[in-house]
């Protein structure tokens, strides 16, 4: 008797468990929906995630990829176009306003948007983007070089030539990436990346025997050091006729970035 009793409580606990976990389940993956005025504390409250704007109030399929793909909060807002425009201006997006889109916001605040009628890939990628600093190939302004001699080239020109060392693994160089990338779309400049993990051994290797010092300016030890020797990484480089012209080690801000560059006639006017 004592024994059947056990069982149905056994049971009966299960049963309320998996109720329980389903209830979970669905709170999780219903979306929050959000008014415009209630946006900021709700933003705080869950701190960082997507805001889906519809546009005839209808869902996305790419909310779901998001929650699965990245454990995303999605909340809900039926914005309107002036609404959009308000937040955009507020928080000083290079974005377009449109419906149906999506903000996405990190610590509370707006830190960009996309079309939500792009694929999967398109969305995934401008995730990344602000997320992670993985800079779309449609959005990338920086160059590369295939080959030692098109850099050697370059450095022995008479041009000021602006070149950035580093790897995907270095967390400082993936923040420097967005602003250098910007700096070369905004002043139409020519800065060439090297992924020193990622380029040919051989070729890299040419690369290291140029005759550069990096003076200890540039460097966390105070000795001066050779692109062949270690050094820090980012490593920002400017090089004309086969000489460097100025160095900036590790990372710096858009306004240190352009402030270095005009001091050294890299880049000229106000803008």
């Not at 306003?97 to 996309?114: L, N, Q, S, T, V």
């Not at 060392?165 to 002043?187: H, Q, R, T, W």
């Not at 140029?210 to 090089?239: H, Q």
């Amino acid at each position: 008797m004592k024994k059947n009793i056990f069982i149905s409580v056994f049971f009966i606990l299960i049963v309320i468990l998996l109720v329980i976990l389903v209830k979970v389940e669905k709170n999780n993956s219903r979306l929050i929906e959000v008014s415009y005025n209630d946006l900021s504390s709700k933003m705080e409250e869950y701190v960082e995630g997507l805001i889906y704007v519809p546009s005839n109030n209808e869902d996305n399929g790419l909310i779901d990829y998001f929650k699965s793909e990245y454990k995303a909060k999605v909340l809900k807002s039926d914005l309107s176009l002036n609404e959009i425009v308000e937040l955009i201006n507020n928080y000083n997006l290079d974005i377009d306003a449109k419906k149906p889109m999506f903000f996405i916001f990190d610590e509370g605040a707006i830190i960009g948007g996309f079309d939500a009628q792009l694929s999967e890939t398109e969305a995934n990628e401008m995730f990344r983007y602000y997320f992670f600093n993985e800079i779309p190939s449609s959005m990338t302004y920086y160059k590369t070089l295939s080959s030692a001699d098109e850099f050697i080239k370059k450095v022995n020109s008479k041009e000021l030539t602006v070149s950035v060392f580093g790897y995907d693994e270095c967390s400082y160089c993936n923040l420097y990436k967005p602003v250098f990338n910007k700096v070369a779309k905004d002043y139409n400049l020519n800065i060439y990346y090297f992924d020193t993990n990622k380029y040919d051994k051989d070729e890299y290797s040419k690369i290291t025997d140029i005759d550069i010092t990096i003076p200890s300016t540039c460097t966390t030890t105070g000795e001066s050091t050779t692109l062949k020797e270690s050094y820090p990484k980012p490593m920002t480089l400017v090089t004309k006729q086969g000489k460097l012209v100025v160095c900036i080690g590790g990372y710096v801000n858009e306004t240190t970035l352009i402030k270095k560059l005009k001091e050294f006639k890299v880049l000229e006017g106000d803008k």
